[in-house]
């Protein structure tokens, strides 16, 4: 066990993230950009269609033989619940309602979570923010894999299993490099999630609550829509950190793809995030960018440079002073 190829340790820098000092360029060259910090109305719209196709799903299913029940979980009800996930992500930068009315983001957060089945919208906030403030971040960007998943992924074999296993991980991770306090918050989300499973199952049976865990659990593994959780900041080039991805599949994940453009305005909502690229082309056409999420996961398999130590990691301030 343990590396057989490929990277042994993740990429340490010592240097500031980019996205801060990009951002403060491209505000004081183009103030324009300022104006796209506003919510997105049609999200929550968008939201509650999503969660009311996983009602009338979960309606459907629960007849089916299990095979069928399964197959649609991954065709259909796993790019439901990926894009209700980064729906949650958005709405975690305030993107519905604005910084102003904060609670309606957070049980707006909370509705979309429903047919996901497990409760995750107010734990992802907490530790999102984290994410952003400082990327890399040794201890504190949940996001990097542990030592151990880069110690025991290394194979194609392995790392396939590791993509198909990315809900465990992401769950899991945070409660081992950087556990926080539970909050009021996520009590409220998970009581409100276990009655709402409750009465899905109350009303018809196992099918329904069973097709949605799926939903969850293989759309957001070994999925295309998946691909997105590596070509983000995983290091396909040296000394590139953040990526971008311009293809179809981000009129489905709320302009996901579009992620050099977030991490330098986390607070332009996903619909917007297009214009700041048209607005600023110079700071993004030069960069690496992705043009397949399906490609992403072949490569990340089978090409011993990548791997979950694949990732630019730094030793950040506050981190310093937990040690």
Not at 177 to 186: D, F, G, L
Not at 299 to 304: A, G, K, R, T
């Given at each position: 066990?343990?590396?057989?190829?490929?990277?042994?340790?993740?990429e340490?820098?010592?240097?500031?993230?980019?996205?801060?000092?990009?951002r403060?360029?491209?505000?004081?060259?183009?103030?324009?950009?300022?104006?796209?910090?506003?919510?997105?109305?049609?999200?929550?719209?968008?939201?509650?269609?999503?969660?009311?196709?996983?009602?009338?799903?979960?309606?459907?299913?629960?007849?089916?033989?299990?095979?069928w029940?399964?197959?649609?979980?991954?065709?259909?009800?796993?790019c439901?619940?990926?894009?209700?996930?980064?729906?949650?992500?958005?709405?975690?930068?305030?993107?519905?309602?604005?910084?102003?009315?904060?609670?309606?983001?957070?049980?707006l957060?909370?509705?979309?979570?429903?047919?996901?089945?497990?409760?995750?919208?107010?734990?992802?906030?907490?530790?999102?923010?984290?994410?952003?403030?400082?990327?890399?971040?040794?201890?504190?960007?949940?996001?990097?894999?542990t030592?151990?998943?880069?110690?025991?992924?290394?194979?194609?074999?392995?790392?396939?299993?590791?993509?198909?296993?990315?809900?465990?991980?992401?769950?899991?991770?945070?409660?081992c490099?950087?556990?926080?306090?539970?909050?009021?918050?996520?009590v409220?989300?998970?009581?409100?999630?276990?009655?709402?499973?409750?009465?899905?199952?109350?009303?018809?049976?196992?099918?329904?609550?069973?097709?949605?865990?799926?939903?969850t659990?293989?759309?957001?593994?070994?999925?295309?829509?998946?691909?997105?959780?590596?070509?983000?900041?995983?290091?396909?080039?040296?000394?590139?950190?953040?990526?971008?991805?311009?293809?179809?599949?981000?009129w489905?994940?709320?302009?996901?793809?579009?992620?050099?453009?977030?991490h330098?305005?986390?607070?332009?909502?996903?619909?917007?995030?297009?214009?700041?690229?048209?607005?600023?082309?110079?700071?993004?056409?030069?960069?690496?960018?992705?043009?397949?999420?399906v490609?992403?996961?072949w490569?990340?398999?089978?090409?011993?440079s990548?791997?979950?130590?694949?990732?630019?990691?730094?030793?950040?301030?506050?981190?310093?002073?937990?040690?």
């Open positions: 066990m343990g590396n057989c190829a490929g990277r042994t340790d993740f340490w820098v010592y240097t500031d993230q980019p996205h801060t000092q990009r403060k360029e491209m505000l004081a060259k183009y103030p324009a950009i300022k104006a796209l910090m506003r919510p997105d109305p049609r999200l929550k719209w968008t939201v509650l269609a999503l969660v009311l196709a996983q009602l009338l799903a979960c309606w459907l299913v629960r007849g089916l033989a299990w095979r029940l399964l197959f649609w979980a991954y065709a259909f009800g796993g439901v619940n990926h894009s209700l996930t980064l729906a949650i992500h958005d709405i975690s930068h305030n993107a519905a309602f604005g910084t102003g009315r904060a609670a309606r983001n957070r049980w957060a909370v509705f979309a979570n429903l047919p996901v089945g497990v409760p995750y919208a107010a734990s992802f906030k907490k530790y999102h923010v984290d994410h952003h403030r400082y990327l890399g971040g040794d201890g504190l960007d949940v996001d990097v894999p030592r151990l998943e880069g110690w025991l992924f290394c194979t194609p074999a392995r790392k396939l299993l590791w993509l198909a296993l990315q809900p465990l991980f992401y769950s899991l991770r945070p409660l490099v950087h556990p926080k306090a539970v909050t009021r918050m996520e409220l989300n998970a009581l409100v999630q276990l009655a709402a499973d409750a009465a899905i199952f109350a009303l018809w049976g196992l099918k329904p609550v069973v097709y949605l865990l799926a939903s659990l293989l759309g957001l593994g070994l999925h295309p829509i998946s691909g997105h959780f590596v070509a983000e900041h995983y290091m396909f080039l040296k000394g590139h950190e953040t990526y971008s991805y311009y293809g179809p599949l981000n489905i994940t709320f302009n996901v793809g579009y992620h050099v453009e977030h330098d305005f986390p607070s332009i909502p996903g619909c917007n995030l297009p214009l700041v690229r048209k607005i600023a082309p110079e700071y993004y056409d030069h960069l690496p960018q992705h043009h397949s999420w490609k992403v996961l490569d990340f398999v089978l090409e011993d990548l791997g979950p130590y694949a990732r630019v990691k730094r030793v950040c301030k506050l981190a310093e002073e937990r040690l």
